[in-house]
């Protein structure tokens, strides 16, 4: 009987329900997109830098990986050290540098990376293969698309640029032998690999062994903290950065998105807490002669603190599924405006959607919608039934 | 004799260098003016100049640096070139100009003669280096947005709400000759004086927020940056975004109640 009592009554005032319904919608989506942003972008972080395997990284003392121009030097000697220890399954230092490429009457600038394409962790292919050979390159679709060239054209890359006579220099000719993705690029960023002895010679003398990176695969079943022990204590010019530790400077440095989320989900919560009640309050009010006789028949009290609680639970749980539907296509918006961060890598998600975080989402709507029942069913089952009675007879 | 050597080494010896730190790292690593550090271009390095801190200064207030926890110090330009291994190479020279068209006419004039240089506007270059905040405040108009279609359900909701908590009033004056339009005009006037001691309210509680997260964005990031600003506009958009729902729930609200007979809205 509270089921078709509640239902009975929201049906009554059916453009007052749908309102509120929508009104829950609305906050349920908000607060699904807060939970997803709270939860997604550490997520998100951490499958891209497990994605190939390497749980460590080594950067320049005081840096984080390509945080700054900074380099270490000495990197065959690092290379041996590292290869040394049977701990380490693969070893891929990693060289950031700009290189320029002249295109009829115009120069198209790019980043690249310098690598050993046997052991890299930085790009998946799209077509074509690795840049094997010193004079060969692999590029991006920006870059491709900039340069209007296909696999296999040869291409003039400088590495260097006088800005005071206008001229490149340190140049090579390169072939292009495949498409690739960045894992770690910016949207929209121009990007090239090539071998890491090609790039070094190309950003001149000072960088002849140097490297920007070094990516480490710990064999599995080892202990990463004691690899990163066994680092520190040979190498001492670079910053040890596990993945946790690399979660953490994220999670430090995108802070105010998770207090954001949190803010904005409390107020979402309150706010669909405050619909529901005020709703279920005034339909109580207008409902206490009914209520009355009700118990003046011999309804328990029970009967009616259910049906009223459940009033609150069905807009509070229908207007939460609108809701989650709602929050995803508005998440997949909001998404699409933080990833222009930037400097931030493409593949990363600020609005991941994990089952969990719509549980989150509905548990908590669900909750609210309990809350929202318990003041006005206190109210309607300890009405004075015989005043209540004489009231609305007088009325 | 020795005094007088001594006094001459004492004239020769290179003047000690001197540098100006940020108070981030002042405040890190318990530094204070008049202090020795060493400074080297090489980390972990044993070699390196001896400097003396002249100055701790405040941090500039560039979006950019904000989420970047990095110390700044200030040196000589000769002696960062001459630790860095930069030689005579600057990055960037600032050119001060005493008005806007002077600054236009020097930019065309450095962008035409001199070879190898471009020169740009600071207000371009901190339009730039601010994308972050761009980012930051697209994102945040869109939040916006959803929380203005929040606010528009939940103002029609209260306030069809508050009509027909009224039905029996209303009833009683359209049968004692109160025209619908008068009706009507009173609950929209209603809604308004609603919307606008509630768009008051939530100035208010906006700019107390806005004083708090400036207060602990600027504790957190150690900048004077200002993280919100509640400007005149601000605070006009808001007001007229409120009334305008405001009216718009009162209309709609009214027009239900006017348009069903007064009998019914007695529940005859």
Known sequence: MPFALAWTSLRRHGTRTLLAMLGVAVAAAMLLDMVMMSTGMRESFRSLLLSRGFQLRLAPKGTLPFDTDATMSNTGGMVRVLRANPNFTAVSPVLGGTIHIPRGDRVITSSALGLDPRVQGDYEMLSGRDPLAANEMVANDELIRALGVRMGDTLRVAGGYDPQTREYSLTRRLVLTGRVRFLYGASHQRAAAMQLGTLQKMSGPDKADASSLFMIRVREGSSVDSATRWIRERIFTVNVISTESALNQVDERLRYFRQLAVILGSVSLFVGFLLVTTLVTVSVNERIGEIAVMRAIGVSRVHVVMQIVLEGVAISLVGAFAGLLLGLVTGRYLNSILSSFPGLPEAIDFFLFQPKAAWTALGLLALSGIAAGVYPAFRASSLPIATTLRQEAIA | MINALLAVAFLLQAPQRT?????????????????????????????????????????????????????RIRLHLDHLQSIAGYGDRVDRFAVATPSDAATEKALAEINSAAFGFEAHRSKDIAVGTSKTFQVVSRFHKAIGVITIVASAIFLLCIMLLKVEERRRDVAALRLIGISQRTVMRAVVIEAALLALVGSALGVGAGWVGSQFVNWYYRGVYRTPLAFSIVTPSIITLAVALSLVLGIAAGILASLRLVRTPPLVLFGR
Request: proline share 4%; net charge negative.
């Open chain 2, 19 to 71: 540098i100006a730190i940020d108070e981030r790292l002042a405040a890190d690593a318990h530094l204070s003016v008049g202090d020795r550090v060493v400074l080297s271009a090489i980390p972990e390095s044993s070699r390196g100049d001896t400097v003396v801190i002249s100055a701790i200064v405040k941090r500039g207030t560039d979006p950019a640096e904000v989420a970047r926890s990095e110390f």
